[in-house]
């Protein structure tokens, strides 16, 4: 008697943690079955792969999708549409909304909206704080918590942690690993006199590389004093990639596309404040430096930053203009494109965008192209030649940095615990997104 299974997607290139080779995937209960040779076997669906690349899903560990209080520049159902059509099965999204996610209750109310109604897997940050930090250690152990976030450096409301004493405080009350936002808001703060109205090339002039460091050093020092885990978010500069390479025992590091993509001073002529984001895109020597932390290990995993503002907004001239671009639906495109280009090879940008998540955050069940773990499966065309464009985005405010770029390979299929969710750039099953499980937090 053949074997059965539900799905069964035939006949693509698999990239996993054993390497790539044409393989079948076989899917049953919203679970991989089975990867090997299954041309025997049969299934009520058959999706035919060949000539494409089978990856485990793409995990985004940071977006903001604004969602409650900010629904303008987006919501969790856009945000997650987009996140879908380019790839992506699950993200983490952050506490920087109106009201922002803090205590049990903001973190509900996010899970609440997120059902029947977010497209993809999701998980939330709570956002740590002077006030909360005796807390902490219960709220990140509620389900649907992704772990704790902090602003180092200037963010909404109470967010904002900018002294040794109150990192210290939420580190001594977390045992999950901790994600940074690492940027010195006391060198910020005697910095912004230094914005040039209009200009933004003065914006990684008053965000400088020393505001980054600095903070960075501070952070590695408390985290290592207390044996306490944390995540550096978004790191940009030479000099953090250097140090941090040395501290690998406490910190985990975040790049982003952007950052590996687009480089100042040019980006801020072409772009203006499309290319304003926080931390800043900087100058050649450092995207060189990212670059060689990434082939040297020194990173985990990229994150997209997913952080819309309108086209109204980012035309304010500078500094009224507000940091922060979408991204959730180019990431893959963008990094795929660096593939073709020889700057990585694939089997880093799954490490990078699947396996990282499932090592740095303890993912019970996803992260890996593996019997028993959930039929996560993003497949691409690397063979595709497609250009990005501002009308193609899903996201509420309709533009990305990237207008305009030849992506040298392409998501084509979304598919999320066996379910084919997107296909050829449409969304087919809408809707069906669920709380991603950690191992630190099961609960029976």
Same mark, same amino acid.
């Given at each position: ?17 054993? *390497?790539?080779?044409?393989?079948? !995937? ?6 991989? @079955? ?9 299934? *009520? ?15 985004? %560990? ?10 303008? #520049?987006?919501? &969790? ?8 059509? /380019? ?15 803090? +205590? ?14 977010? =497209? ?23 389900? /649907?918590c992704c772990g704790i976030k902090v602003f180092m450096g200037a963010s909404t409301g109470t967010l904002l942690v900018q002294d040794d004493e109150g990192i210290e405080q939420v580190l001594r009350h977390v045992n999950r690993r901790a ?7 006391? $060198?910020?703060?005697? $910095? ?31 985290? %290592? ?16 990639? @250097?140090?941090?390479?040395?501290? #690998? ?17 040019? @980006?801020?002529?072409?772009? #203006? ?42 035309? $304010? ?10 991204? !959730? ?8 494109? =660096? ?20 090592? &740095?955050?303890? &993912? ?18 690397? #063979? ?13 405010? @309709? ?23 997107? $296909? +050829? +750039?449409?969304?087919?099953?809408? =809707? &069906? ?12």
């Open positions: 008697m053949p074997e059965t299974y539900d799905l069964i997607v035939r006949g693509g290139e698999v990239v996993n943690h054993a *390497g790539r080779g044409l393989a079948d !995937v076989g899917v049953r209960g919203g679970k991989i @079955a089975a990867v090997g040779d299954l041309s025997q076997a049969s299934a *009520g669906e058959v999706f035919d792969a060949k000539g494409l690349t089978v990856m485990p899903g793409v995990i985004d %560990t940071q977006v903001h999708f604004r969602e409650p209080g900010l629904e303008w #520049k987006e919501d &969790l159902e856009s945000g997650s549409r987009a996140a879908v059509l /380019g790839g992506v099965v699950a993200v983490f999204e952050m506490p920087n909304t109106e009201p922002t996610t803090t +205590d049990p209750d903001a973190l509900a109310d996010k899970l609440s909206r997120a059902k029947g109604r977010m =497209h993809c897997d999701h998980a939330f940050y709570v956002g740590g704080t002077h006030q909360n930090a005796p807390w902490l250690g219960e709220l990140e152990r509620l389900p /649907g994600a940074f936002h690492s940027e010195d808001e006391y $060198r910020l703060a005697d $910095r912004r006199p230094l914005a040039r109205t209009g200009d933004w090339t003065s914006h990684p002039e008053v965000r400088d590389a020393q505001s980054a460091i600095q903070s960075t050093e501070r952070l590695v020092r408390i985290a %290592t004093a207390l044996g306490k885990r944390i995540h550096v978010l978004h790191v940009t500069t030479r000099q953090e990639v @250097a140090f941090l390479a040395a501290h #690998k025992d406490v910190a985990s590091v975040e790049f982003t596309p952007q950052h590996l993509t687009l480089e100042g001073p040019e @980006a801020y002529a072409r772009l #203006k404040g499309y290319a304003q984001m926080n931390p800043p895109i900087r100058g050649p020597e450092h995207r060189a430096a990212l670059w060689e932390g990434l082939a040297n290990g020194v990173v985990d995993v990229l994150g997209s930053d997913h952080a819309p503002h309108t086209s109204e907004e980012k035309a $304010r001239p500078y500094p009224a203009s507000p940091s922060g671009m979408p991204g !959730v639906q180019t990431l893959l495109p963008v990094m795929l494109t =660096h593939v073709a280009e020889g700057r990585l090879s694939l089997e880093r940008l799954v490490d990078l965008t699947s396996h990282g998540a499932n090592r &740095l955050f303890g &993912l019970a069940d996803k992260g890996r192209l593996a019997e028993g773990y959930d039929a996560d499966l993003t497949i691409v065309d690397l #063979k595709a030649r497609r250009t990005i464009r501002h009308d193609a985005m899903a996201s509420r405010v @309709a533009w990305t940095p990237f207008d305009g770029m030849e992506a040298k390979g392409w998501p084509v299929a979304t598919i999320i615990r066996g379910t084919l969710v997107m $296909r +050829d +750039d449409e969304v087919v099953a809408p =809707h &069906l997104g669920e709380p991603v499980r950690f191992n630190e937090t099961l609960v029976p």
